[in-house]
């Protein structure tokens, strides 16, 4: 037997029990295709290409393993900021805990109520960039997440919005699994940032699906809540338009399984695309970065700028390829991944990848993996600073090239601080 016959075969009996959540029939509908395409497909397996460095049998399995809740005294992210809450408890949109639903420029609708309308914009958009981006390689999670997502919000933007959106996701059960899909549409010359942070649950699947039209701009602050044996599974998927930008930037602390995926179409002229990443870790931590990027018009930039500082064991992956097609001329392609290991235990798996079939293109690609320069650390040492202090201090410069792809001071100010913090905590 072959192994994609095995693997349906496998699917089909774990999702025999299985079907899509009721909603309105375009809704309906879509999520029924998206079911069929995980049957398809089959969920994903060790043996496949892009999951050979991280096992998915926990972010798949039938059953969610159990995770401790994390008792945090620290101030909530982004608490100083003034900004629009949106809040889910273990998946679930909390209306006490968020703001009133509404700003300038913009309209945002939970998901449970888009799917009673008959008809509606999001009929266009949802699940659509993440079929799009099962090509060249398939993302069964992401389509699973599409077919029985029944929570998660549908953001338009029409201008100019000042008021960041902040996703809060708490977890309060330890056994929860956690499935929301969001869609944003970002109109011409508009521009918008949302923000995310927490935890979630002990097991999460999120879409994010952002549409960018012609000169408008998208900013992406994320960061993944400390809970450590919380497993978490992203998706990122991103179509731009003609002089429009899109950025993107991850903080990971702490957790027992993460991966993160993006997918970023660049179809109009003149588009710029940033995604970067840094993440802290140690133990049983096992963090994912998977990305890729398609040029499909001219004149395009992308930057991909990856982070790591691992120990005691911990493991951190890579996984970037950046795509130019043809008649993508004049592209701009910069790709950096690098792991600063703190132990001889810890360990970093790249695969940097660039795929070009235009002729006139700048694009570069690099990984690197090493320890604390001795150099710099006996330099420091020499000055009188402390071995655990100028270790510290060369990991923070070691993660800040990641941090200054925020465009905002004011939030690369505050990840600065928690990164700070998260190396405090471990050298007390």
């Not at 968020?98 to 914009?121: C, M, P, Y």
């Not at 649950?201 to 900013?219: H, P, W």
């Not at 870790?281 to 890729?292: A, I, M, P, R």
């Not at 150099?375 to 040492?381: A, C, I, S």
Request: proline content about 3%; aromatic content about 6%.
């Amino acid at each position: 037997m072959s192994l994609q016959k095995a693997k349906q075969e496998a699917t089909a009996a774990q999702l025999t029990a299985v079907s899509v959540p009721d909603g309105a029939g375009w809704l309906t509908s879509l999520r029924e295709d998206a079911l069929k395409r995980v049957h398809t497909m089959g969920l994903p397996s060790r043996r496949d290409e892009y999951w050979k460095y991280t096992r998915p049998d926990t972010l798949a399995a039938a059953d969610v393993t159990p995770a401790a809740l994390f008792e945090n005294d620290e101030t909530p992210m982004f608490d100083e900021i003034d900004r629009l809450k949106v809040v889910f408890v273990d998946g679930v949109f909390d209306a006490d805990a968020s703001d009133d639903l509404a700003g300038e420029n913009l309209t945002i609708e939970r998901l449970v109520d888009v799917a009673k309308a008959d008809i509606h914009w999001a009929k266009d958009l949802y699940g659509a960039l993440e079929l799009a981006g099962q090509t060249p390689v398939e993302r069964p999670l992401a389509a699973y997440n599409t077919a029985m997502a029944t929570d998660g919000v549908v953001i338009r933007v029409t201008g100019a919005v000042s008021r960041p959106v902040n996703l809060i996701h708490k977890h309060l059960d330890t056994t929860s699994d956690a499935i929301l899909h969001h869609v944003v549409k970002v109109e011409e010359g508009a521009s918008f940032t949302l923000l995310e942070n927490g935890p979630a649950a002990a097991r999460f699947n999120s879409v994010l699906e952002v549409d960018i039209a012609d000169k408008a701009a998208f900013n992406h602050v994320r960061t993944q809540g400390r809970d450590h044996e919380r497993r978490v599974a992203t998706h990122l998927f991103t179509r731009l338009g003609e002089e429009s930008a899109f950025k993107s930037f991850t903080l990971t602390a702490n957790g027992v399984l993460t991966r993160n995926e993006c997918v970023i179409e660049l179809t109009g002229d003149n588009a710029i695309a940033h995604v970067a990443g840094a993440c802290v870790g140690e133990g049983d931590f096992h963090h994912d970065d998977t990305v890729f990027i398609t040029h499909d018009a001219v004149d395009c930039e992308s930057r991909q700028v990856f982070k790591k500082v691992l120990r005691n064991g911990a493991t951190g992956v890579f996984q970037g390829k950046i795509l130019v097609k043809p008649d993508a001329q004049k592209t701009d392609g910069y790709q950096i991944s690098q792991s600063l290991l703190l132990d001889e235990d810890s360990q970093f798996l790249a695969k940097p990848e660039l795929e070009i079939y235009a002729d006139d293109v700048a694009c570069s690609h690099g990984s690197t993996t090493g320890a604390i320069d001795e150099e710099g650390l006996f330099y420091l040492r020499a000055r009188g600073v402390p071995k655990d202090i100028a270790t510290d201090l060369m990991t923070l410069a070691f993660l800040a090239e990641a941090v200054e792809e925020i465009e905002d001071e004011a939030l690369a100010d505050e990840i600065l601080a928690r990164l700070e913090s998260w190396l405090e905590r471990r050298r007390g």
